[in-house]
């Protein structure tokens, strides 16, 4: 019994060391002391709040005070909750797991990325035979995961590369040569890089170590020559705009032009500039008569968007590696600030790239273009009609007035109020003057799941059964 209970000791000690390299424990400690720091929440995602607790505790024990475990995330796992954070007026935060690293503006955080297993050896070999032409000029971009081990393998490819662009990340973090430590060069999706003097980005070939949503946004964004990542240990090209996913993107621009009302959804209360991004598309469709609400809903599912089917298409303002812009579920088609501008912004046109980080195009972006609103006549490639710009003025110019629908009944000249006038179902509306007056009538009594009314009762079930 004492040898298994010393075994059952030493297991569990090498278990708090590996529990303790993972979520860098030491590393958090620091970071709390030095920023002298009294109120630290800790960003768990779902996979690993198993975890949570006994990571708490024992930074609790190294720091001498408590810390907070957000246990749900308002929008996603993948950004820093700030807004669940300021419940307790944090002054601190602590991120773990995945990270899209869209910057803040509340709270100080640190971000303890994850560590995941890479067979070094393999990925030189396969980066050598894809790169014969050691004079190519490459930017190096790599999942947050493979962070640990960037400096290794940046330092074996250098010598060989002259010409090899390590990309930095816009965070502080556990793996600090990793970290951004500049903010004056441009960020794509939480990633920033430096061009060698002379060159552009056309000059340029891209790689990716790793896979998922954030290459395929990655690639999306930067024009560089040919893209390139590496899954499975083996480097494969990518043909970033040959896609299904975006032939269907440019099929719902089209419904956005059709749009009568349009849905903003803020699903993101945390990202720099998320207000901005709202206001500009709010004011775009504004020029072009469009009808807009503002919801604000927490994390997006098809039953809540549901809920209002007067909108015919919704905007939604959240992390670039949202899932929500995957998915088929959803009763009314789900857009970007992008896709805004590319279908009421004339001085924009298609291009090579797809911007999903609203931050790009926003004023002072790396892709900003000024609106300029067209005035000309088209023809919707979905309905076949003639679409006017003037054809929606009725809902903005009657935003503030009141209207007589009726003798005695007075409407709001709201796109919503519209919408419930024209439905083919009718609930409970008033219909003064329209039917015969009715004696009132004894409605039923009792609890809704024992109604007086009702020809069976759980008692009369149960002497069925006997």
């Known amino acids: 019994m004492i040898s298994s209970a010393i075994e059952t000791t030493k297991n569990a000690d090498e278990l708090t060391t590996v529990r303790d390299d993972l979520y860098d424990v030491e590393k958090c400690v620091r970071w709390i002391q030095a920023n002298e720091l009294k109120q630290v929440c800790l960003q768990f995602p779902d996979s690993l709040l198993s975890d949570s607790v006994d990571v708490a505790l024992r930074i609790e024990k190294n720091i001498g005070q408590k810390v907070y475990i957000l246990g749900d995330t308002t929008c996603g796992s993948c950004c820093v909750d700030e807004i669940a954070a300021q419940h307790i007026n944090a002054d601190g935060l602590i991120h773990f797991g995945h990270a899209c690293l869209n910057p803040t503006v509340r709270l100080p955080v640190l971000h303890i990325l994850p560590n995941k297993q890479l067979d070094v050896t393999k990925l030189i070999d396969e980066f050598k035979r894809i790169f014969l032409d050691d004079t190519k000029k490459i930017l190096f971009f790599y999942d947050v995961a493979y962070a640990h081990n960037i400096e290794h393998i ?136 469009k009808k807009s609400y503002i919801l604000s809903v927490g994390k997006i599912n098809p039953a809540k968007l549901a809920n209002f089917p007067e909108i015919d298409i919704f905007v939604v303002i959240a992390c670039p590696e949202h899932e929500v812009f995957d998915s088929r579920d959803f009763l009314r088609p789900i857009l970007t600030p992008y896709e805004v501008e590319l279908a009421f912004n004339s001085a924009r046109e298609f291009s090579p790239q797809y911007f999903m980080d609203f931050r790009q195009i926003l004023p002072g972006g790396s892709h900003y273009i000024d609106f300029k609103p067209s005035t000309d006549t088209d023809v919707s490639l979905i309905t076949s009609n003639i679409r006017h710009c003037e054809d929606d003025a009725s809902y903005t110019d009657k935003m503030s007035a009141l209207e007589i629908r009726s003798s005695g009944a007075i409407a709001i000249g709201k796109a919503g109020a519209q919408y419930l006038q024209e439905r083919s179902w009718k609930g409970v509306e008033q219909r003064l003057g329209e039917d015969p007056v009715q004696p009132a009538e004894l409605g039923r009594s009792g609890i809704a799941w024992e109604y007086t009314n009702e020809p069976l009762k759980p008692n009369n079930h149960a002497t069925q059964a006997q």
């Open 154 to 289: 940046y330092n074996l490819l250098k010598p060989t590369y002259k010409h090899l662009v390590l990309s930095k990340l816009n965070c502080t973090s556990n793996v600090e040569y990793i970290d951004a430590k500049t903010t004056s060069v441009p960020i794509v999706l939480g990633r920033s890089y430096t061009l060698e003097n002379g060159y552009n980005i056309q000059d340029y070939e891209g790689f990716f170590l790793g896979d998922g949503k954030t290459f395929s946004l990655l690639a999306m964004g930067i024009s560089v020559k040919k893209w390139y990542c590496f899954t499975n240990n083996t480097i494969n090209e990518f043909e970033a705009l040959n896609t299904p996913w975006l032939k269907r993107r440019r099929f719902l621009i089209e419904k956005l032009k059709d749009a009568k009302v349009v849905g903003i959804v803020a699903a993101t209360l945390s990202i720099k500039e998320y207000l901005v991004s709202i206001n500009t598309v709010k004011k775009i469709l504004k020029q072009k008569n």
